[in-house]
């Protein structure tokens, strides 16, 4: 299983909202909803939602980078003109959230959440900053990596999948309930951006590449 | 190999909410129902920090994030209230059902459900017993829809296999 299970008793908030029954397989016929999904209009994405610096009146404190890659389905066919959401931390580890108490700065010019469509390659492109790791009270002394929050449609809506991008390195994988919930080693390194020389640019900012790949849908496995 | 999903966690407010994403029918379209409930966890406490989304199959007219255009839209998104309260105001769905996910910090993957304005013939709810096809059943109270997610527990919601 690639997926995390539901119940991952060391990440706490799971032991009361973990669904307790298995799930149930549905037969996928030609009238299935779920094997369809949302289609965005260009129209209704703008260029700066994807340049998480220009947001604001000035530029936000913190290691400038560029976040990029494909979206692609299990048989590595791109897919196009698919929504890709993105939201995270600032540079030190706080969220612009009401809740989060991490007595971490805001910052006026950073609010942290992006969104583009995929190009007919499957490509999707963010300029963010860095964000830092930051405590959590789930157990003593407990800290999130540094993550990225992404959103991604695919063409059905079983295709659709809430996942966190990590950064090469991260000492704090190994102690982090979360990343350790997916049980496979192999599939936790699909949760790893690449340093990418490649999409660096000089004098300018460092490049992660991120692929995201989605799951194929029930019709296709019959 | 596929991308592992990962929790929504509890800060995803400035993220994924948008102006009008409940609104999938404008106010006063002509046969707009809402469907409204809570999500609840193990304990029957109301989950505060969840997001849902409901499809109905047919992206329409309506832009999904913009919200411009004429007719309706067939996907919303709402987060929960502190009281876990969330809903949608939409069109009727040409069949029985709508698709809904349910996102939430410590729900490591969303779950997949279905909220059937009618109880119909069909080849899901002929499969569960009584008591759990009951869990995917809306209760009709004029336009309005009340649908209740339990995620665990007694009553739970029969959750689907994507």
């Known amino acids: 299983m690639i997926h995390p299970p539901n119940l991952s008793s060391g990440y706490r908030s799971t032991i009361l909202r973990a669904p307790s029954r298995p799930p149930v397989p549905f037969k996928a016929d030609p009238d299935t909803i779920e ?6 209009g260009h129209e209704e994405v703008g260029a700066p939602d994807a340049d998480l610096t220009r947001q604001h009146a000035g530029e936000p404190i913190g290691e400038r980078i560029v976040v990029t890659g494909r979206v692609l389905d299990e048989a590595g066919r791109p897919i196009r003109n698919t929504l890709v959401e993105v939201w995270q931390a600032n540079a030190a580890g706080r969220y612009a959230h009401e809740l989060d108490r991490h007595p971490a700065p805001l910052d006026p010019n950073f609010t942290g959440a992006g969104r583009c469509l995929t190009d007919d390659e499957g490509r999707y492109r963010f300029v963010t900053i860095k964000p830092g790791a930051y ?8 800290w999130r990596p540094a993550h990225i929050h992404f959103s991604v449609f695919g063409t059905a809506f079983t295709q659709r999948l809430v996942t966190q991008m990590y950064f090469p390195g991260d000492p704090l994988f190994p102690f982090d309930p979360i990343m350790q919930s997916v049980r496979d080693p192999a599939a936790r390194e699909r949760l790893v951006a690449a340093f990418d020389m490649d999409t660096t ?7 992660y590449r991120f692929d995201v790949v989605l799951g194929r849908t029930p019709m296709e496995d019959e | ?8 966690g509890p800060f ?10 409940w609104e999938m029918a404008p106010e006063g379209h002509p046969g707009a129902i809402t469907i409204t409930g809570r999500v609840l966890d193990g304990a029957g406490e109301p989950v505060p920090d969840a997001l849902l989304e409901l499809w109905l199959g047919e992206t329409g007219t309506r832009g999904v994030l913009t919200r411009e ?5 067939g996907f919303g998104r709402c987060a929960t209230a502190p009281d876990g309260t969330y809903r949608f105001r939409t069109a009727r769905p040409a069949g029985p059902y709508g698709s809904l996910l349910v996102f939430a910090r410590g729900v490591l993957r969303a779950v997949l459900t279905r909220v059937y304005l009618e109880d119909v ?3 899901l709810l002929d499969g569960l017993e009584p008591e759990r096809r009951a869990t995917l059943l809306a209760r009709r109270d004029g336009d309005v829809y009340r649908f209740d997610v339990r995620l ?6 029969v959750f689907l296999d994507y």
């Open chain 2, 152 to 157: 665990q527990g007694e009553g739970e919601t």
């Open chain 1, 201 to 207: 640019e000089p004098e300018w900012a460092l490049g």
């Open chain 2, 69 to 73: 255009g004429e007719g309706a839209c």
């Open chain 1, 35 to 40: 094997l369809t999904g949302p289609v965005f």
């Open chain 1, 135 to 142: 405590p959590w009270r789930n157990h003593h002394n407990a």
């Open chain 2, 121 to 123: 013939p069909d080849p």
């Open chain 2, 1 to 8: 190999m596929i991308t592992p999903s990962q929790t929504v």
């Open chain 2, 12 to 21: 995803f407010a400035h993220g994924l909410p948008y102006a009008g994403d």
